[in-house]
Structure formats: C-alpha cells, structure tokens
C-alpha cells in the first residue's frame, strides 16, 4: 500500500498531464474513499469512516500549498498542472469548496499558466458545492469505469450509497466541462470473472457518453501494482479500439498504456 506523506508533492512528471504538482488533501496516515476500487494503487479502503477527523484545514492545506510553489518558483521548476491526487478520494474533504478558492488565488499569484486538475472519483458530483467547486477549476477528471451499474459495483465497490446513475446524472450537470478518466481491465474478483471491454459494457458505456458529453476521454488500464490479484491488463491496441469509437461520436480520446 503507498500512501503519500504531505500534502504538496513532487512535481512529478505525469503521462497525462505534464510536469504535475501533486496535492493531497486526504489524511497522510490512511487512505479514505468513497470507493473500494479492486486496482486502487493505495490498496484497499480500510478505513470505512468517511468523515475521519485527520483531514488538515483548508488554512493548513493553503499552508503547506504556498509554501510548496514558493519554493518550486525559487527553484526556477516548471509546473503545467497542479493537480489534487493522493490517499483518496479529495471531494470528501469537508472545506473541499474553500481549498479550491485559495488554490486559484495561490496558482494565480505563483504559477497563473499552470492548470488545475482534480483526480475525482465523481461520487459527490450530487452535492451542489462539490460540482460549483470544481467548476471553477479548468481539468476536472471525472471516474467512470463501466457503462453497467453491476459492473460499476464490481470494479469500484462504492463504500458510501452511491450509484452509477446518481454518477451520470452528476457528469449530465456539467455540460461538457470535464474529462473522463475511464480504467479497463479484465479477470476475476471474488469468483466472478469480468470484462469491461465486453461489447455488452462498451455499448452501454459509449451510451452513457453520448449523455453527458465529455469534451475528453481519457483511456488508460493497469499500471501499477493492485490489491486485488487476478486483474489483467488491457493493451493499447485493444484501448485504441475502443478510443476510435469515442472518436465517431465526436469525442476526443486519448489512450495511455
Ligand atoms: S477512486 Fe481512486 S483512490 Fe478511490 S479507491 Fe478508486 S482508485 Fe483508489
């Protein structure tokens, strides 16, 4: 399990998105989702208590923030995204919204070409201020990983009552503002096999994009170690298959292996 230790990080170079300053707003001592994803680089959701009180303050948060692009700038590093990763999922963070208004200060005073972009795993898109929040920033990555809710609940095990529906109708509030972030990978998880390349899941998934019309897709698979066992990775060819049919319905992918 690889949990990140402060709150600013890096920056890191990033397939996706560049030279990328990573921000962890979730605790540094314990990972804390809303999913219980069988592929979660951080292992699995053990600590089921969404509301943990080791969250750091939106002043602390702003903090250690400004601290971190102070001395990148003093280094002379060059950032295209600051981006909100880490232990978890960073919408729970209860002062998510007040976080997000000080980063666009902070990035407008320190580093006003790079971007913002937040890691989401789009279960809080129902909540108003969550959505307003990121809204404002220019890269919400929004998570989904099925076109079927069975599936949607077998890959990303949602710990809070959360559905795929609930999750589409969230993305439909956007208007096109955002980028999908969408894993395939194959195996087995408590002796089901699965396939979320199965044309059954494609179809519904392609469906669901015709929806909420992302102005991007990103399509990636396995990268990294998982905590579930029997997982298979997708290939690029297989994952520009599917990104060519995104492409027909006029939207933009990208696929990284
Ligand atoms: S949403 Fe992200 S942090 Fe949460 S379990 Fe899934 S992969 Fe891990």
Same mark, same amino acid.
């Given at each position: 399990m690889f949990l990140w230790e402060s709150i600013a990080f890096g920056p890191i170079h990033s397939r996706r998105l560049g030279s990328s300053l990573g921000i962890n707003i979730s605790p540094t001592d314990v990972k804390i989702c809303s999913f219980d994803c069988i592929y979660c680089e951080c292992g699995w959701t053990l600590e089921k208590d969404i509301t943990s009180t080791h969250y750091a303050t939106a002043d602390i948060v702003a903090q250690a923030i400004e601290k971190k692009l102070q001395s990148? @700038?003093?280094e002379g590093t060059h950032i295209d995204s600051i981006t909100f990763s880490g232990n978890g999922e960073s919408t729970l963070h209860p002062q998510f919204g007040e976080i997000i208004d000080n980063l666009l200060i902070l990035r407008d005073k320190y580093y006003p070409n790079a971007i913002i972009t937040c890691l989401s795993n789009a279960t809080k898109l129902q909540d108003v201020k969550v959505r307003k929040a990121l809204l404002k920033i220019e890269n919400p990555m929004l998570k989904l990983d099925a076109g079927l809710p069975e599936l949607y609940k077998l890959i990303n095990r949602p710990t809070i009552p959360v559905t795929m529906k609930d999750t589409v109708e969230g993305m439909r509030a956007f208007n096109g503002n955002f980028v999908m972030q969408s894993m395939f990978l194959k195996g087995e998880i408590d002796g089901v096999k699965f396939d979320n390349t199965a044309e059954e899941n494609v179809a519904a998934w392609l469906k669901v994009l015709e929806?909420? &019309? $992302?102005r991007k897709v990103v399509l990636y698979s396995l990268?990294?170690?998982? $905590?579930?066992k029997q997982l298979? &990775?997708?290939? @690029? $060819?297989?994952?520009? &298959?599917?990104a060519e049919r995104v492409k027909k319905i006029g939207i933009e992918a990208q696929v990284f292996e």
């Open positions: 990148c @700038q003093a929806e909420v &019309k $992302p990268d990294r170690e998982t $905590p579930a298979v &990775k997708v290939h @690029q $060819p297989e994952l520009e &298959k599917i």
